[in-house]
């Protein structure tokens, strides 16, 4: 049973940061892309990161280049997503996802994933 858990999310003040963990279980997450999607209230579900598989090549939305860096420890089977300066926009649910990938470079689309945790919500608020 292939399942994705997300976590760490949480309320921080605007500057701060959090680091937000997937876990994978039922599968090696070496072999597939993961990437990071957020869904505010009121706005359709944004790519904002991706990692490829193994070598790790990485992508980001123009919205959190600079601010937002993804990493993977397959040792762990857990891939982060590190937020930093945050702001009031970033809050939203964010989620993880998980497929093979067809193509070397990871994708910021939905449809490229198959597989989705739950879900973690950041909020960033004074």
């Known amino acids: 049973q292939l399942q994705l858990v997300e976590s760490g999310g949480g309320l921080v003040q605007p500057g701060g940061s959090l680091r937000l963990s997937c876990a994978a279980s039922?599968?090696?997450?070496?072999?597939?892309?993961i990437g990071w999607f957020r869904q505010a209230p009121g706005k359709e579900r944004e790519g904002i990161s991706c990692i490829s598989k193994r070598s790790g090549g990485t992508n980001y939305a123009d919205s959190v280049k600079g601010r937002f860096t993804i990493s993977r420890d397959n040792a762990k089977n857990t891939v982060y997503l590190q937020m930093n300066s945050l702001k009031p926009e970033d809050t939203a649910v964010y989620y993880c996802?998980?497929?093979?990938?067809?193509?070397?470079?990871?994708?910021?689309?939905?449809?490229?994933?198959?597989?989705w945790g739950q879900g973690t919500q950041v909020t960033v608020s004074s």
């Open positions: 996802a998980a497929d093979i990938p067809l193509f070397s470079e990871c994708s910021l689309y939905q449809s490229a994933y198959n597989y």
């Open positions: 039922g599968f090696t997450l070496d072999y597939y892309a």
